[in-house]
């Protein structure tokens, strides 16, 4: 027996945590469609895809542009100013951190 005293039991009155049952059932429902839509996906065999091949008049170049602007050199000095950046942009946010702790102070 509870005293006069002792106020409600612990979590009378509340909602448990937690998904309810209806949205479990309804979660359980979702899972059966889905795998009943993938049984029958997986049932059907792919269509038929036709086959493109581009027009050679469409590329008046011989070689794509992409392949002509990457070079030995021009890869290396990419590679070297993405390095510099990355460190210049570290030493930016180095700097804006040390203000803003200064600030604070």
Known sequence: ???PLAGWPAGAGRQRPGRSPAE???QDALDDQRAERDEQSAA???SAVPAFT???RDFPDD???GRRALDGTTVHHVR???LGAGIALV???IG???LRMRRTR
């Open 80 to 82: 070297q100013v993405s």
């Open 96 to 98: 804006f951190l040390a």
């Open 1 to 3: 027996m509870q005293s």
């Open 54 to 56: 581009p027009d050679p």
């Open 91 to 93: 030493g930016l946010g």
């Open 44 to 46: 059907t065999p792919p």
């Open 63 to 65: 070689e794509p542009a």
């Open 24 to 26: 479990l059932a309804r």
